[in-house]
């Protein structure tokens, strides 16, 4: 390990990548490597979601408002096509793009190699059997490094992006109803909680019948002469 494997090691761990290239040995190594999971994970999600929710109202909901109120566009078929801008510049700038850059600077990768990489990096399987910045002699190769943990951090973003593009076309057009199961509605649903609220008063109704009648039998016990 040298000084820069460290944060590339733990910026994979934290992006769910782990290529399975660099690994600790030591026993303190790997325990510590446990408890920054658990801490890095979680934080790195919720930084992701909250980054990308301000992605989704800047690239995705804003532009689709101003286009449906001021040009009078059919939302549903401006929504197909915005997802297909989107995905058409996510997959030039994400991927061929950087396979290109990769096929370029690894000697042994070829363009296909280089766009694997991408692809598997990007959707978070990270098999391991391509690793950037390995090769011995590399020039820059700290720079390297430091650039392909940006890479990665802003094509999660973008994937997630994507995703959440995708997710609000579908609902849009319907396609949410055929995998999630119905909702209820607001009024159904405080009718049955009204009901709820009901049944057990009328159970304590039916149990403080019998103590009424024992009141009046005891009532009558006591009016006989003796």
Known sequence: ?????????????????????TTPLSDAGKAFC???????????????????????ATFTSGPLEYLTRHWGCDRRALSCGHL?????????AFFLVPAAIFSTLEDTWS???????CFISLCTIGLGDYVPGEQPGQPL?????VSITVYLLL????????????????????????????????????????????????????????????????ADYSSINR
């Open 84 to 92: 297909f801008l989107l995905a058409v510049g996510v997959l030039v």
């Open 1 to 21: 390990w040298d000084i820069l494997s460290h944060p590339y090691f733990f910026s994979e761990l934290v992006e769910l990548l782990c290529y399975g290239y």
């Open 141 to 145: 190769r700290s720079l390297y490094k």
């Open 155 to 218: 094509g999660l973003m973008a994937m997630l992006l994507l995703l959440q593009t995708f997710h609000k076309m579908a609902d849009l057009h319907g396609l949410s109803d055929l995998v999630l199961l119905p909702r209820d509605s607001p009024a159904e649903d405080h009718q049955r909680i009204l009901e709820e609220q009901e049944a057990p008063s009328e159970t304590g109704q039916t149990e403080k019948a019998p103590v009424h009648s024992g009141a009046c039998t005891h």
């Open 111 to 117: 363009f296909l190699d280089a766009f694997y990489f």
């Open 34 to 56: 446990i408890f920054y999971a658990l801490l890095g994970v979680p934080f790195t999600m919720l930084l992701l979601t909250a980054t990308v929710q301000r992605l989704v």
